[in-house]
């Protein structure tokens, strides 16, 4: 139980894929007009995570160390395919508003790296909740620019109009080049709490060594 | 289709609804290998080769196989297997025959298998009912559009490695901003009516 909180928090925060490694910018750019679509992408991208993740793990010893990539990504691309058809049958709005991008979950980079870097190297279990930690981590970044997007391009979250009718959005957020963005800035403020914390450190140790050195000074 | 919808096909796929700016197919290799020109005309060129010849391959692959026998929801499966075996295919083309070619684009080939902007062209290909000859003018001109977008990035870049930006925004955030300030200058385009 304990590792499993710990690959969640892993997942979402301190290793988030797009924030902190900088996967997937495609879908992190295109499908976050709007929250709603940021909330069906980051699902949908999370169960194909899980189940090629568990799915690779599962067939790690059978597959050629020649040929993992392209059976990869035909694991991949079968789960995305069913995804794809659920998401036709069942949520036909969210099917049309993300369009293209759902099959284009199959180039993701995250999943490829994850069945890469971890699902072809761990047991099956770990390896499934990776996916679930990683893919919430996506969900969580898409999200958070999506919520930043809406709210300044539209004036709305989730549909809901936040300023009245008074209200003149900056359309510019909606557009391709605020995607852009809003993305360096959200990374920015990233980068920024991921540095507090190594100055702090870096000004504990200074103020050790400078009560050290005044120490010194007065023996 | 006449020849000038084709042109005018590809003046909007390279243009008015440029890959990168306007609809972020291949961000990735677009963030990550605009460092140099050099290396973004290389990979750029790359890219242009494989998704004129998967633009081909993609369509006949799915008005031969998939069609006839009713398997149009396997396209994603059928497109990403193959363009892979393209790239693969394309790779040992070159290294045996071409080995000028190979030394300066090698390395980027297996990189294009996992670039969106590849399965993309195909798969609107097939959503806009494409005629043969317009889904490789559409894959065509996608790619110049793409390669126009990364070589000019790529100059960017080279000038802003002079600049001092707050320590937050060094490396990957001042990148997209730049990308967000040229995506505004294509916005330009958008008014465009074809």
Known sequence: MKGFLKQLKEGILDNNPTLVQLLGMCPTLATTTSVKNAIGMGLAATVVLIFSNLFISLLRKFIPKQVRIAAFIVIISGFVTMVELLMKAFVYSLYQSLGIFIPLIVVNCIILARAEAYASKNKVLPSAVDGLAMGLGFTFALILVATVREIVGNGTFMGLSLFGDGYAPALLFIMPAGAFLTLGFVIAAVQKIRNMGQDKERMEKLSKLEEEAEKEETV | ?194
């Open chain 2, 1 to 194: 289709m006449s020849f000038t919808d084709i042109l005018l096909l590809m003046f909007g796929a390279i243009l008015v609804e440029n890959f990168i700016f306007s609809k972020f197919y291949g961000c990735c290799p677009f963030l990550g290998v605009s460092e140099k020109p050099d290396t973004a005309l290389g990979m750029g060129m790359a890219v242009t080769f494989v998704m004129t010849l998967s633009g081909a391959a993609t369509w006949a692959v799915y008005h031969f196989l998939l069609k006839p026998f009713g398997l149009e929801y396997l396209k994603t499966v059928a497109f990403i297997l193959v363009i892979a075996a393209l790239v693969q295919f394309i790779e040992m083309f070159l290294r045996k025959f071409i080995p000028a070619l190979y030394a300066s684009l090698g390395i980027y080939l297996p990189l294009i298998t996992t670039n969106c902007a590849v399965l993309s062209a195909a798969l609107l290909a097939i959503q806009n009912e494409y005629s043969f000859v317009s889904a490789v003018a559409f894959g065509f001109a996608s790619a110049l559009g793409f390669t126009l977008a990364i070589v000019v990035f790529a100059g960017v870049r080279g000038k802003m490695e002079f600049s001092k930006p707050p320590r937050a925004f060094r490396g990957f955030p001042i990148t997209l901003i730049a990308a967000g300030l040229l995506a505004m200058a294509f916005a330009g385009f958008s008014g465009i009516r074809l």
